[in-house]
């Protein structure tokens, strides 16, 4: 049956039909060339005959970068698919015999055919059958615009394909196929051969102006400044050129030679020769050209191209700032990150234990203790049928619920552990610092910290202030002996020098709340507007400050994370669209669309009456909410004060109460950059410029990296608006070798050591230098699966999901005891002599020995394990607890497991000392990477980190048996290594050839003596 599908617009209006195009075997195919618009956009598939329609919906949370997956469902609402922009070509699979739904971000080729030229002058249709539709006839037909041109845009990815012409039935050509190349590849040029002494140059069609041989100055790709070195790139055909010398003048004069290294991108077919050199003198000001050898002919490459004769220089003086220049914190590349859920880590303070959740005081009826904290009368607006909220105890099963739980989740029908409150806090971060001084680890992410009534503050309700659940709820009179610079443009007061009439009374939960109405209507608490010069610093923003400050002491670096696509419903300037209607200026800072319900909030109205009227205004006003969350209300970010407020925002948090930079960073009390929500979903992607802009202006060496899943190529190599990326693709190629036990090729296939290393060389280049350095390699984060869990649910592969896993059959049982009984798990971990442990243990000599800053997620230092959320985000285990025994929360399993939980002590001291290799050895931070050996049937892989001073040569077993007598080559005869995990001292032979037993799952770092 043929197959519609049909977009709509926030608004909920029908923008648009794409016709869906059968494939095979239940696999249809649309095409969206060219979006008008940038927006969020929701989906339904209907059948043409019956009209029987179907809503694509999704379950998780992760922003449509390059590809987005979801489901069809008849039951649930569509869902609006967020970051979808102006000029994407997007490509609509639907798999009808799994409900599976992928839209896919990708560049269309528009294919024009000219008929004349096989003999038809005026055909009625024309067809084309190829390798990339299955050689089917009708999938692929041709749309006629004149007599004998006709054209169609095609799906596919850069490369080479091949084709027939059906024209009006019949066959053209008849004997050979017709070839198509996509992309700027290899393809489109003579093939290489190296020896033959020709260079390949231009390319097959004498009308494509491409050349093969490239090198583009002005581009990071082919000369990228880093430090005080410079990285040369220049591409060539695919195996064609033998060698490529780098010809180099300093300022001096001086000539000096270089040899280049040959890297294959094989995607591409082309080679790409690089180097980075280290300049004598300075590498601000300097001369090159490229000589080219092949067989016994030279040639050069210089500004006029390939020549043979006559030698120009590429002339570069990065004073005139004509070459682009990506500057990264060096602090960065030497990180070991520790991503904290704060509300999860520790509880510092009971006094401020949060009084409800999510859900709001609407929901609950008033505590005995502490509800004048807020205004009585929100308590119970909606209802108080739930009872009283009360927070989780840190050391109960996970699995038992509290009385409003239950309550709660017989009236919806589904868990709502996502939703509970533990009670942790910046106090319990802040006496915990010793504790992460021992692991070792020097620079921590902290999710957000901002006001907001979530545990996880993803919905933010003011971003000047710090929430009081996570500082204080009633003030005490501190100043944490922090000093407010009464020059400071974003706050240069704190709350005792605006609650003069004192605080002992106040509560932070009222006053941060924006009056709605009367005469200080716009204003909360302490008298704030938009305008940073009225801004104040409240007292657990100095709590924060105060931690800030202590973990700057104590070495440790810290950022915030920086949700700036969309707020929560209780955001002020939310609160005020809400309360004024249409024609506020606050209104023009969201995505509004249907006020049509709105009522108006009079002055004469009482307090709880304004109040009632703004909720019914926020259940009844139409708007774009971020995945389609109501409570999540997209900003506009093309409107210039939304944009002025974030940028005024940006420069509180990185300046701090003094207001400048402290010349030692360790006495500096502003945080050293940001982690960036869904960056993508940002409508205006040149937003993210200006804010770059801003961030690097306000303090040079601060951090900014992107949570970006995939291939962030486009937002990364032009140098404008990330340093890098959370490196979940680092993540995924870490599973796929170390974790995947499949032999079949899917998400769960094991790769190869050959495949592994192929695999990283091509992931190492997509980006420059200095972002690979200080990109974050993940074990997880509050978003995955605990990789522990991982392990032992190797069958669900290598993709990672944010959507409720539990519910999908997710082996959430304690690692060591899962066994393959489960249809997750491959090995029975519960009788094999390898742990998961060691598994993890394995992977992070490779994560501490890599390019690339390390970075854990709170607890996996002591083993601990879970699902998706809310599973990874259990409270923090520590020593001085007793858990009860937890209950295996797998679902379909007849007889529920007890068993005990405590920190691994063991696996703490291993990740102590693994750490601590990485920090005291800085050629594992910045030396080259180069892989010396592999072998697939034992599943070994060897590679070195060197630069011109030390030389490390990693060796890892990956297999579940005993490996011996294994031969690792070397460049070095009849030297000393020791490794750097047991003191064990080896030596290569006269050969350079070095031997070693290796023991299942385990590795060594050898360093040269």
Not at 86 to 103: E, M, Q, R, T, W
Not at 781 to 806: A, F
Not at 963 to 992: H, M, Y
């Amino acid at each position: 049956m043929n197959r519609i599908l049909r977009v709509f617009t926030s608004e909920k209006k029908l923008y648009k039909e794409i016709n869906l195009e059968k494939i095979n075997n239940g696999i249809y195919i649309g095409k969206w060339h060219n979006v008008e618009t940038d927006g969020a956009y929701s989906f339904e598939i209907i059948k043409k005959e019956s009209n029987e329609k179907c809503n694509i919906t999704f379950s998780h949370t992760a922003p449509f970068s390059k590809i987005f997956e979801a489901y069809t469902s008849k039951l649930e609402q569509k869902k609006p698919v967020g970051g979808i922009k102006s000029g994407d070509d997007i490509l609509i699979i639907f798999d009808i015999k799994n409900s599976k739904v992928s839209l896919k971000k990708m560049r269309f080729t528009k294919f024009v055919i000219d008929t004349k030229r096989y003999g038809y002058e005026n055909p009625k249709k024309v067809e084309m059958p190829s390798n990339f539709n299955g050689w089917n006839i009708h999938t692929t037909v041709l749309t006629k615009i004149s007599n004998s041109i006709f054209e169609t845009y095609l799906a596919l990815d850069e490369g080479v394909y091949e084709y027939k012409l059906v024209i009006d039935g019949d066959w053209v050509p008849f004997d050979n196929n017709l070839k198509l190349i996509v992309g700027e590849i290899g393809s489109l040029f003579p093939k290489g051969e190296i020896g033959n002494g020709k260079f390949v140059y231009d390319a097959i069609d004498k009308n494509n102006k491409i050349k093969a041989i490239v090198h583009i100055p002005h581009k990071l790709d082919y000369l990228n400044k880093v430090e005080d070195d410079i990285e040369f790139s220049i591409r060539t055909q695919e195996n064609d050129v033998e060698k490529i010398f780098l010809h180099l003048l300093e300022e001096d004069g001086i000539e000096e030679v270089y040899e280049l290294e040959r890297i294959n991108s094989k995607g591409y077919q082309f080679d790409y020769f690089k180097r980075i050199i280290k300049f004598r003198i300075n590498s601000e000001k300097f001369k090159y050209y490229f000589e080219l050898k092949d067989g016994n002919k030279i040639a050069y490459y210089t500004p006029k191209g390939l020549v043979y004769d006559t030698i120009d220089f590429f002339e570069v003086d990065y004073a005139t700032g004509e070459f682009p220049i990506f500057d990264v914190p060096k602090w960065a590349k030497e990180a070991i990150w520790y991503n904290i859920f704060p509300e999860r880590f520790y509880n510092g303070n009971k006094e401020n234990d949060p009084l409800y959740n999510e859900f709001g005081p609407e929901n609950f009826i008033a505590p005995n203790k502490r509800s004048d904290d807020i205004e009585k009368y929100k308590w119970g607006i909606y209802t108080d049928k739930f009872g009283e909220f009360k927070l989780n105890n840190w050391t109960s099963d996970f699995e038992t619920k509290l009385e409003w739980e239950e309550k709660r989740e017989k009236d919806v029908g589904y868990s709502v552990k996502y939703s509970r409150m533990y009670g942790g806090d910046l106090q319990g971060i802040k006496e915990k610092i010793p504790y992460l001084k021992e692991l070792g680890v020097n620079a921590i992410w902290l999710n957000p910290i901002f006001f907001a009534d979530s545990n996880h503050k993803y919905g933010t309700s003011d971003f000047r202030h710090v929430s009081p659940d996570f500082g204080t709820i009633k003030m005490t009179g501190k100043d944490y002996n922090i000093k407010v610079s009464k020059e400071n443009r974003y706050g240069n007061k704190t709350y005792l020098d605006i609650l003069t009439n004192g605080y002992e009374k106040e509560s932070e939960l009222k006053l941060l709340r924006v009056k709605i109405q009367g005469e200080n209507k716009g204003k909360n608490g302490y008298f704030e507007t938009e305008n940073p010069e009225t801004w104040v610093w409240t007292e657990s923003d100095l709590i924060a400050v105060d931690l800030i400050k202590e973990l700057h002491k104590n070495g440790i670096r810290v950022i915030f994370d920086g949700v700036f696509n969309h707020t929560g419903k209780n955001h002020w300037s939310f609160e005020l669209a809400m309360a004024e209607g249409v024609n506020s200026k606050y209104a023009k800072w969201y995505k509004f669309h249907d006020f049509s319900k709105f009522k108006e909030i009079k002055d004469d109205m009482s307090e709880e009456e304004a109040y009632k009227t703004l909720l019914h205004n926020k259940n009844s006003v139409h708007y774009s909410g971020w995945a389609g969350f109501n409570d999540l209300p997209e900003f506009n970010t093309y409107n210039k004060e939304y944009m002025e407020y974030i940028f005024n925002i940006t420069k509180k948090w990185l300046l701090g109460p003094d207001g400048k930079n402290s010349e030692n960073w360790m006495e500096d009390d502003g945080i050293d950059g940001f982690r960036l929500d869904v960056p993508n979903c940002v409508e205006n992607q040149y937003f993210w410029q200006l804010w770059r802009k801003v961030v690097k202006d306000t303090k040079k060496d601060a951090y900014i990296t992107a949570e970006l899943w995939g291939d962030a190529r486009s937002d990364i190599n032009d140098g404008v608006k990330y340093d890098t990326v959370m490196n979940y693709e680092w993540l995924k190629s870490t599973i796929g070798y170390f974790i995947n036990q499949g032999k079949e090729f899917n998400a769960s296939y094991k790769l190869t050591a050959e495949q592994f290393f192929n695999e990283l060389k091509e992931k190492r280049y997509w980006y420059p230098i200095q972002s690979l350095q200080v990109s974050q390699n993940l074990n997880g984060s509050h978003d995955t699966d605990r990789l522990l869990s991982r392990i032992v649910n190797d069958k669900l592969g290598r993709d990672l999901e944010e959507g409720k896993q539990l519910d999908k059959g997710y082996n959430t049982k304690r690692p060591d005891l899962t066994d393959n009984s489960h249809k997750n798990t491959t090995i029975n971990w519960k009788k094999s002599e390898i742990k998961p442990k060691d598994i993890l243990k394995l992977i992070s000599i490779f994560q501490m020995t890599y390019i690339g800053a390390p970075m854990l997620y709170y607890g996996d230092e002591v083993g601990m394990w879970g699902a998706t959320d809310p599973y990874c985000r259990k409270p923090m285990l520590w020593e001085e607890f007793d858990y009860e025994n937890e209950t295996d929360g797998t679902l379909g399993v007849k007889s529920k497991e007890n068993y005990k939980v405590k920190p691994d002590k063991e696996f703490f001291s291993w990740y102590k000392k693994i750490i601590k290799i990485r920090k005291e050895n800085s050629t594992l931070i910045y030396g080259e990477f180069k892989e010396i050996y592999w072998d697939n049937e034992k599943d070994i892989i060897s590679y070195s980190r060197f630069d011109d001073e030390n030389h490390f040569l990693i060796i890892l077993n990956n297999s579940f048996e005993n490996q011996e007598n294994i031969v690792i080559p070397t460049d070095f005869q009849d030297e000393k290594f020791i490794d750097l995990l047991n003191s064990e001292k080896l030596a290569t032979g006269p050969q350079g050839n070095i031997i070693v037993n290796l023991d299942k799952k385990t590795g060594k770092i050898l360093k040269k003596i």
